[in-house]
């Protein structure tokens, strides 16, 4: 009975979801892109109500953040034959382009992979583990509602679903779409009778790998040295100057070093497959794959918010280490003089 019920919801969940998929315009989409949207949003909605370590869990899309857009990534290479599996003989051009599209797919999957391995030495995927801040998220979200605990419950559904479940799953294919440009050109370099673009790599998609690469790189040795910090937090081996956070490395010129990296690297690969497809994100018709850097960006600035207001209230000198680093941009540390100087002057 309670297996007759569970079907007939998945089934009309399913039905709900085609029916956004038929309704939603997209971008030439193929169907199982679209599908594998869906089922994901749902079943990501549907697990957060699966009790472990006996509460809830609002953590299901921090886990998959980093397997998606390799999810993505694989199916719009899987339907791009010229990519996946190249037919006859290839020009010249298609070749650059295959090598282009190799190159940036590859940098993503050492993203995600870099990622995942982050995220699992650090126990978020263990069962039970939850990002603290959704609890405070909760908690500021039902001081604001009246005191009511049905419309608290709804309330939190609603961003439950729309907001953890829907809005990130919609931004990770908003940062990654611009991969199917580049899985898809070579393809259509192929079949094209028209001129296309000088062969080869230009200076410009060189210096966006490179960069590309560059970020990678210091965002892992960002989450290491937080890694290390962590560890030696937990084994009890800090000192009065460690002040309860990590603020050497590279986080004595940033606050954020790995999110800033994050951003830069999405942003990077943007521009790097506009560029190696010959896409004007000038135009009006291609601006709208600016638009998950930018949500991305917000999402961070936000959740850096978040955090640093969490930070403030568990650490005394939180506060000064805001005031002489930099937010995200790595800059050097501000001096005390230059602090006072300052504050005189606003004064």
């Known amino acids: 009975m309670h297996l007759c019920c569970i079907t007939r919801c998945l089934n009309s969940l399913y039905d709900f979801a085609q029916q956004l998929t038929n309704s939603v315009p997209y971008p030439e989409e ?58 006859g003989e290839l020009s010249v051009q298609a070749k650059a382009a295959q090598c282009k599209a190799f190159v940036g797919s590859l940098l993503v999957v050492v993203w995600g992979i870099r ?6 030495r650090r126990g978020d995927y263990a069962v039970g583990a939850e990002d603290y801040r959704w609890a405070v998220v909760r908690t500021a979200i039902s001081r604001r509602l009246p005191e009511c605990s049905a419309l608290q419950c709804v309330v939190w559904e609603l961003f439950n679903l729309v907001f953890i479940s829907f809005y990130q799953l919609a931004l990770l294919y908003l940062i990654s779409v611009p991969l199917r440009l580049l899985v898809q050109y070579p393809e259509f370099v192929q079949n094209s009778t028209g001129n ?9 998609e060189v210096l966006l790998a490179l960069l590309m690469a560059l970020l990678l790189v210091t965002e892992a040795i960002a989450d290491q040295q937080m890694y290390n910090f962590q560890m030696r937090k937990r084994q009890g081996q800090l000192s009065r100057s460690d002040a309860g956070f990590v603020h050497s490395g590279l986080w004595k010129y940033s606050r954020h070093p790995n999110v800033a990296c994050e951003q830069a ?17 000038g135009s009006t018709d291609n601006m709208w794959l600016l638009a998950g850097p930018v949500l991305l960006a917000m999402l961070m600035w936000g959740s850096v918010q978040l955090t640093e207001s969490i930070s403030k209230r568990k650490y005394p000198l939180y506060k000064a280490y805001q005031l002489q680093t930099s937010r995200l941009i790595p800059w050097k540390p501000w001096s005390n003089a230059k602090l006072i ?7």
């Open 265 to 281: 690297f999405w942003a990077a690969l943007c521009v790097f497959c506009a560029q190696a497809t010959g896409t004007d994100l």
């Open 115 to 120: 990622l995942c391995y982050n995220s699992i």
């Open 30 to 87: 193929t169907a199982n892109i679209k599908t594998l949207f869906w089922s994901t949003v749902i079943a990501t909605w549907l697990l957060s109500f699966v009790r472990q370590s006996g509460r809830r869990n609002f953590s299901i899309v921090d886990r998959i953040w980093p397997l998606f857009p390799l999810s993505l990534l694989t199916q719009w290479i899987y339907d791009s034959d010229v990519l996946a599996y190249p037919k």
């Open 196 to 204: 296309m673009a000088a062969d080869g790599w230009s200076i410009t």
């Open 341 to 347: 100087n300052q504050a005189h002057t606003k004064l």
